[in-house]
């Protein structure tokens, strides 16, 4: 089996990157798939369906245009990393981690011990909480080798 693995959350940091190095440097036999994680882009997303006045409507219909890829990748996941930075704030992670929840996905979070009491929430949903990418590399090969 292929494990099918969401990364969701933070962009400004190499998580991502660590965490596909690690699996790949494993053979762990999983694929990754994630968000739009061009911010700019992500932002236009929905540009192309005409100019908008007001702020508010350019995110809303970027946001539904994201969503059509998030909504789809999320609900076909074996399982999710919802990684949570400290200097931004993440509500889309934290959605993300709200709507895994529902669908009874299972996700880890990965965020610093710093921000424990606000997103206590969120990682009583999930099934483990990690500090580090490599933390996570590891869950992953436990959980798709049994080692």
């Known amino acids: 089996m292929i494990w099918t693995v969401y990364l969701s959350g933070e962009i400004h940091s190499d998580w991502r990157e660590r965490i596909e190095a690690g699996c790949q440097a494993l053979d762990l036999p999983v694929a990754f798939v994630g968000p739009v994680t061009d911010h700019d882009a992500s932002d236009a997303a929905g540009d192309h369906l005409g100019a908008e006045d007001k702020p508010f409507w350019r995110d809303n219909k970027s946001s539904k245009v994201n969503a059509i890829r998030t909504k789809t990748l999320i609900e076909s996941a074996d399982v999710a990393v919802v990684r949570f930075g400290s200097q931004y704030k993440q509500w889309n992670a934290a959605f993300d981690a709200g709507y895994l929840a529902a669908l009874g996905t299972p996700f880890i979070t990965l965020h610093d011990a710093d921000i424990i009491h606000p997103l206590k929430e969120v990682d009583a949903a999930a099934m ?13 090969r436990y959980v798709t080798q049994g080692k």
């Open 128 to 140: 483990a909480w990690a500090q580090q990418p490599e933390q996570v590399v590891e869950i992953l």
